[in-house]
């Protein structure tokens, strides 16, 4: 009886190409299957844009066209100042955080309200002192005007005779000559708040000499805060040096 016998040099060879050929196999079978699932992970990502030429292009076609430059308006900086001085900067007070142009239409409306039947009692008809003016219970006189240094002087007196403490922000103080130009005048020694008592509290108001002149007459402006209800507004009152 004869035997078919096989080559062992025959038989490992062909069991290395099978291993060779499995091993290519498994391998092509991973990367498809990796490749799938990086494919369907990355759905919906796209390239962002790095062409910096690109932006370049596009800031030169937007419109630069510069602001307005709009200045804040000094009372209502003071008034926003002097009410977190004096701890009163809440919601609650609404005018000190107003407009420039809501401050404006307010101050008309009470120059309006002051020209209606209740008109300001005035006794400043003749160029004598004292020359005051009152409305509301509020009194605001001048008592006399003199020099001091190279300044001049107006002595005034305050009072309150009405039925409640009236405020004032002496920022609000405006004095004019008699042609209305503004002159530079500082309040001191008059009080923030008139108590409804009647009491007289003196003060001066200074004015820089240099801006007036002999035989002259200016006025006195001043309204309470932050209502500006108040219209003491005094005439006539006589340069005197």
Sequence with gaps: ????????GKSTAMLA?????????????????AYAMGHEALKGVSQ???????????NRTKPNSPQEFVPLDEKTILTQVYDRINGKDDK???????????????????????NSPKKVEKTNVAAKFPVQVRDEGVTL??????QEGGSLL?????????????????SFLEVEDEQGRPLSAIADGL????????????GTVKIPLELVSDEQKISLNLTDYPDQKL???????????
């Excluded at 962002?48 to 596009?58: F, G, S």
């Design 1 to 8: 009886m004869k035997f078919l016998s096989i080559h062992p």
């Design 17 to 33: 190409l099978s291993l060779l050929v499995m091993m290519l196999g498994s391998g092509l079978v991973s990367a498809l299957v």
């Design 48 to 58: 962002p844009d790095i062409n910096p030429a690109k932006k370049i292009a596009e």
């Design 92 to 114: 609650s007070d609404e005018p000190a955080k107003k407009t420039a142009d809501e401050a404006k239409e307010k101050e008309n409306s009470a120059q309006s309200a002051n």
């Design 141 to 146: 006189e001048v008592v006399k005007t003199s």
């Design 154 to 170: 107006l002595n005034v007196n305050l009072s309150n005779k009405g039925s409640e403490p009236v405020r004032f922000l002496y």
């Design 191 to 202: 009080p923030g708040e008139l108590p409804a008592n009647g009491e007289k509290f003196s």
């Design 231 to 241: 219209k003491l507004d005094v005439q006539n009152i006589p340069v005197a040096r």
